[in-house]
């Protein structure tokens, strides 16, 4: 039997890439998301993903529905804003945001888009205090930063919250303050308070500051933070990434 929410839970799950975010975007459970996708392939009658352990990837089968299903739900968006000339899926929309969110969220974007072919957005990559002079000066419509603002012509809410990790070389073996000191810090925009919150709390009674560390280098693009510490001579700070040793989480 057609069901478009089995299609829906299978875009977003193609989106996301996991089943647990896939549960969390649509306030599922993962048994949930699991049962739609099997469901779905019962449907079909046709395998939609090979999975990997925790991963998974698509057959061929699952690109074609998948395409399908942005199809599916494209024509029928159009169809309901054609009713509809106010629709909040339509027009144009400004978003800025810095780079080590957009990477993350940019492709969410892309697929709304898809959908809501109606729909126009220009994003922008910036850093916190651009993005606040942006959009008071009207550049912007919404705007996404990593540290709290106050501003009494700004309406600000949180939207996101993630753990901040430890990223190190993958042959580091160390797992005291000492030992992270010895292989030197990256630093990025806000990376010394990413690291400060970090090591105060996990090293609440031996870390002072991060003088103490040997500065290896910055570069203003988070992404570009993983090569530099693949090569073994920096650690870094960040949002969402793998660490190791396994240490506490500071929000």
Known sequence: MFNAHYFRTFITLVETGSFTRTAQRLEMTQPGVSQHVRKLEDYLNKALLERKGRSFTLTESGRRAYDYALKLFAEHEQFRHGLDDDSLDSGDCRIASPGSVGLMFYPYILGQQQMHPNLTVNYSFAFNHEIVNDLLEGRYDIGIVTEAMRH????????????????????????????????????YYDGINHANALLRANYPDEFRSMTHFRHQGFTNEVSMVLDAVARGWALAWCRDWYWKPRLGSAR
Not at 152 to 173: G, Q, R, T
């Open 152 to 187: 009494p012509e700004l309406n600000c809410s949180i939207w996101h919250e993630e753990p901040l990790c430890l990223v190190v070389p993958a042959d580091f073996a160390g797992s005291t303050l000492s030992d992270l000191m010895g292989i030197g810090f990256l630093n």
